[in-house]
């Protein structure tokens, strides 16, 4: 039960990283450019 649980949250875990990385790339891509521009 516990390690179906566990699977359960790694999952999720991964999924959510994922987004949260693929976002703060972004973010960091936008500020880059922003920066180029701004000097």
């Not at 999952?11 to 920066?35: A, D, H, T, V």
Request: net charge positive.
């Amino acid at each position: 039960m516990l390690n179906h649980y566990f699977n359960f949250l790694a999952r999720n875990l991964n999924l959510n990283l994922g987004r949260f990385y693929e976002i703060w790339r972004l973010k960091f891509k936008i500020r880059q450019c922003l920066e180029l521009n701004l000097r």
